[in-house]
Each structure stands twice: as structure tokens, then as C-alpha cells.
């Protein structure tokens, strides 16, 4: 069953530094996703992307976050310049329409 | 503002117990309300509901939406140890945005 795969699984990082977090989408779905999830916290939204563009992002989706989809097949999220709040688990989803399945998250820590 | 609450955010019960999860929505232009499992990583999709009254069942999960009281409700009969997880309603619109709840952590003791 194809399946969302996101690398890598864990990223540790110093403040101030720039991190792509990789995520490969199932591969006929047309709506992405990324959302984080800060240790015993909700899950939040961070960024929709359709047709190669945003169509929604959240108040956490600053300036320092941006989505790419570079070559028709990976989805990445970038922070420009990380900040100890920004560690978390990251989810990337890729949804037909409706459901979304997630991947396995990657576990950012920003030290 | 859209917003999901789920309660009760944490409830522990034996094996073969019956629960209860309960899911309140306020989300402009509502179009669903999905149910996710969560263990160690990532949600897994278990129910979409998108029409008042129907209820959906998946072996003993069972689930069902009330549109016009904003409301979903999760049943899990005869509970099991591996039931044991985290339970997040989400509510989506016609913009595609999720909104979460906070779950709620069910723990079934043996």
C-alpha cells in the first residue's frame, strides 16, 4: 500500500540555522500538507499547498517557513532560521481529497 | 475563529469496557470531520464523516456526526490494551484547512 515517507526521521540543528525537512507524497494525490506537533501538544496546521502553490497557511507559517514542491515528487518545508520554539514533530499529509494520510513525521530539535 | 474540543482529554479504563470520545466543532464552511488514531508517530485515518445521522463502523469503532449540533461522537466497544492511544477529531472545510483537536488519551488497562 504506497504510503507517505518523510526524511529524515530526526534533525538536530543549532539555532539560527536553515533545515529542510523532505517529505514524498503518495503519489497520485493532489493536496499537501504540513503540520507540527510540539511535545504533548495538539497537531497544527502549518501550510495546504495545491496545483504548485499555497492555498492556506496558519499564523505559525511565518516568514521563516517556506514549502516547495521541487521536482513533482518531494514536498519540502524549509525554516530559514531556527529558533529553539521550533522544535517539534513535523507531519507532512498528502490527501485525493478529504482524507489525508500522514507520514511518520520528522522530530526537529533545535538546540 | 475555527476551533475543535474534544473531551474528555484523558480517560482510563479496563480491557472490555465500552467508551465514549466526544467531538465539538465550530469550523466556517464545514465540509468534514475526521477521526485519527495516534500512537507513538504519526495519526492514522480511521473514520470521515460528512452526513448527520450515518453512522460509520469499523469493527468495534463506530462513529457519528451531528451537523446541526456540531458534534461527532467515537465508540469503541469491548476495549483492548492495543486501543490504547491518543484519539484526535479533525474538522475540515472547503479551504482545505484542518483543524485539530487536542485529543483525547485513552489508556486501557489489562
Known amino acids: 500500500e504506497p504510503e507517505v515517507t518523510q526524511t529524515p526521521s530526526h534533525q538536530v540543528t543549532q539555532m539560527g540555522q536553515e533545515v529542510i525537512l523532505r517529505c514524498v507524497p503518495i503519489s497520485n494525490h493532489l493536496y499537501f500538507y504540513w503540520y507540527r506537533q510540539i511535545l504533548g501538544q495538539k497537531v497544527e496546521f502549518l501550510v495546504s499547498f495545491y496545483n504548485n502553490e499555497i492555498s492556506e497557511k496558519s499564523e505559525i507559517f511565518d516568514d521563516q517557513f517556506s514549502v516547495e514542491r521541487p521536482d513533482g515528487s518531494n514536498f519540502t518545508l524549509k525554516i530559514r532560521s531556527t529558533k529553539l520554539e521550533d522544535s517539534a514533530m513535523y507531519f507532512c499529509?498528502?490527501?485525493?481529497?478529504?482524507?489525508?494520510?500522514f507520514g511518520p513525521g520528522t522530530r526537529l530539535t533545535v538546540t | 475563529e475555527d476551533k475543535v474540543v474534544q473531551s474528555p482529554l484523558s480517560l482510563v479504563v479496563h480491557e472490555g469496557d465500552t467508551v465514549t470520545l466526544n467531538c465539538s466543532y465550530e469550523v466556517t464552511n464545514f465540509r468534514s470531520l475526521l477521526w485519527y488514531k495516534q500512537e507513538k508517530k504519526a495519526p492514522t485515518f480511521l473514520f470521515m464523516l460528512t452526513s448527520s445521522g450515518i453512522e460509520k463502523k469499523s469493527g468495534r469503532l463506530s462513529s457519528i456526526l451531528d451537523k446541526k449540533e456540531l458534534f461527532s461522537i467515537l465508540n469503541i466497544t469491548a476495549t483492548q490494551t492495543g486501543d490504547s492511544a491518543v484519539y484526535l477529531c479533525a474538522a475540515t472545510s472547503y479551504g482545505q484547512n484542518f483543524v485539530f483537536g487536542p485529543g483525547t488519551r485513552l489508556s486501557v488497562l489489562p
Open positions: 499529509a498528502s490527501s485525493p481529497m478529504g482524507v489525508q494520510y
